[in-house]
């Protein structure tokens, strides 16, 4: 079965740092487009960071410089790390799978099939 | 910043349609995939690639993207249709999604 499961959420002061993980199963997260997104206290969803199957990592606006996303193979593990919180990074934090590519027309297509149940981040202001 | 913009509500009686409305530049040019999200759960994947359905989801959703705007349709809404959708996008490797939709089934 296909599964994701975050883990390592928490209280943490601002300016600290906490690391998110997201085990895998039933597929290869070095194989796969990855990414995180997440979402406020009754707001929308966020989209945080991906990782490329080939290494190449992109983030939001929001979060560059201060979020690192990265992989353990050996694990089949994907990771958060989130230094310099401030308040307005609490959230539920989801990994999700990601399917993209590009069609005959050369149209980008992205979307995230497969999502975990989220772990939970609160930076107190 | 590329931006998807959404109604932040829609009602519907049990039985009937609901069109949930999803706009942006260009949108016609852009790959649009909807998701749901009930209270307290996981997002999940309804419609992707403008119209297609994953595996798993019942015929009643439907989607398509024209001009500046892409819809989803839910035919024949049910009580347990009622949930959060999210429209997204992708755009200069970075993904964009919608406000949200709360839709409400009266």
């Known amino acids: 079965e296909v599964q994701l499961v975050e883990s390592g959420g928490g209280l943490i002061h601002p300016g600290g740092s906490l690391r998110l993980s997201c085990a895998a199963s039933?597929?290869?997260?070095?194989?796969?487009?990855m990414n995180w997104v997440r979402q406020a206290p009754g707001k929308g969803l966020e989209w945080v960071s991906i990782?490329?199957?080939?290494?190449?990592?992109y983030y939001a606006d929001s979060v560059k410089g201060r979020f690192t996303i990265s992989r353990d193979t050996s694990k089949n593990t994907l990771y958060l790390q989130m230094n310099s919180l401030r308040a307005e990074d609490t959230a539920v934090y989801y990994c999700a799978r990601v399917i993209a590519g590009r069609d005959n027309t050369f149209h980008h297509f992205y979307y995230m099939d497969v999502w975990g149940k989220g772990t939970t981040v609160t930076v107190p202001s | 910043s590329y931006e998807l913009a959404q109604p932040p509500s829609v009602s519907v009686s049990p039985g009937q349609t609901a069109s949930i409305t999803c706009s942006g530049d260009?949108?016609?040019?852009?790959?649009v995939c909807w998701y749901q999200q009930k209270s307290g759960q996981s997002p999940v994947l309804v419609i992707y690639?403008?119209?297609k359905r994953p595996s798993g989801i019942p015929e009643r959703f439907s989607g398509s993207n024209s001009g500046n705007t892409a819809t989803l349709t839910i035919s024949g809404t049910q009580a347990m249709d009622e949930a959060d959708y999210y429209c997204q996008a992708w755009d200069s490797n970075s993904v964009v999604f919608g406000g949200g939709t709360k839709l409400t089934v009266l």
């Open positions: 690639q403008d119209k």
């Open positions: 039933g597929f290869a997260v070095s194989n796969n487009y």
């Open positions: 260009k949108l016609w040019d852009k790959y």
């Open positions: 990782i490329y199957s080939d290494g190449t990592t």
